[in-house]
């Protein structure tokens, strides 16, 4: 035997025999249930496989920051990863339907919009050699301020945090300051002062312990945005059939577990904040009727220039 020809041998024997190591960026931290549900789906796909594929989930942006990471998994720098899935919407606005303000507001309603979106993404997503395996929502957005908001007015000059486009925009119509922080970036920049005002759901809320450096939760449940879990299609097909079938249904799983934890969090979590002392307001009706005709102008504003795909999504949903 040559030497290359050992190493090989050596390296067979020890990883097992064809077993294939997969690393996973994840853009939130270990806290957060979305990387709970995702760790459950690695240690499925293991057990399904007998180890023949170790999936090793890398969380909080440490192998990739969030931005980055699906394009890590197009150029086949890894694997799998994960993103919120509404931050491509600068790619097509059937990415980032999930995210217009007062489209989809309840989980039903947030299903039904999935099953619209899935389709048309999935095929998107094909044009890069990308594939979906699952997709899960966070709980409705709710705003964290200082001090109780009781219109649109009151939000007049707040620096605002976002995370996407449509939040940047929403935020700047109400009259606010928006900068793109990331969720694991939240809490400094509270404390640096960067931010005084967020929308963001009870679950980043809690986990960036927002009873810190905010003092008001509104559940204005404007809209349910979802993280996208996807696959390198070439990396995919190189499996053998019996482990593409053992991804495949232990994502299937995780989107199903995915959906009824999310759902068990927006109560769970929002009592953590105000176990934490934050008040809980329900909106005003003067504040929901402000925000709901911003939501308005951006869907119209959206539906004029949005990709046919984007259309259909929106007709299907609205059926
Ligand atoms: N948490 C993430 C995205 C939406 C959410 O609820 C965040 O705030 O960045």
């Keep these: 035997m040559n030497k290359i020809v050992m190493t090989f041998a050596a390296a067979l024997l020890a990883t097992g025999a064809g077993a294939e190591s997969w690393d ?4 939130y931290g270990d806290a957060v249930f979305h990387t709970a549900n995702i ?3 690695a240690t499925d796909v293991a057990a399904a496989t007998d180890g023949a594929l170790e999936i090793t989930v890398h969380s909080a942006g440490s192998l990739f920051p969030h931005g980055e990471i699906k394009n890590a998994v197009r150029s086949r720098q890894v694997p799998i990863g994960e993103f919120f899935l509404s931050t491509l919407s600068n790619e097509d606005a059937a990415f980032g339907l999930d995210s217009q303000p007062f489209l989809a507001t309840s989980y039903e309603d947030a299903a039904r919009l999935w099953a619209a979106q899935k389709p048309v993404i999935t095929e998107l997503l094909a044009e890069q050699n990308l594939m979906p395996l699952f997709s899960v929502p966070w709980p409705a957005q709710g705003l964290y301020t200082n001090g109780e908001i009781a219109t649109v007015g009151d939000l007049s000059g707040l620096k605002f945090r976002a995370y996407n486009a449509a939040l940047e925009s929403f935020a700047a119509k109400a009259g606010a300051a928006p900068t793109q922080v990331e969720a694991a970036d939240i809490p400094q920049a509270f404390a640096t002062g960067l931010v005084e005002a967020m929308i963001t759901s009870p679950s980043t809320g809690a986990s960036s312990k927002a009873w810190d450096f905010v003092t008001h939760y509104t559940p204005i449940n404007a809209w349910v945005p979802k993280n996208i879990v996807v696959v390198n299609k070439q990396m995919f097909d190189a499996l053998d059939a019996d482990t593409q079938a053992a991804v495949l249904e232990a994502a299937a799983a995780a989107e199903a577990r995915g959906w ?7 109560a769970d979590k929002t009592a953590v904040m105000a176990e934490n002392g934050m008040i809980i307001v329900e909106p005003s009706a003067d504040l ?14 959206l539906e004029a220039d949005a990709s046919d795909g984007a259309k259909a999504i929106i007709a299907e949903f609205s059926k």
Excluded: D
């Design 24 to 27: 996973m960026p994840t853009p």
């Design 260 to 266: 009824e934890m999310s759902a068990a969090e927006a």
């Design 288 to 301: 929901v009727a402000g925000l709901q005709a911003i939501g308005a102008e951006m869907l119209a504003e």
């Design 39 to 41: 760790s459950e789906f």
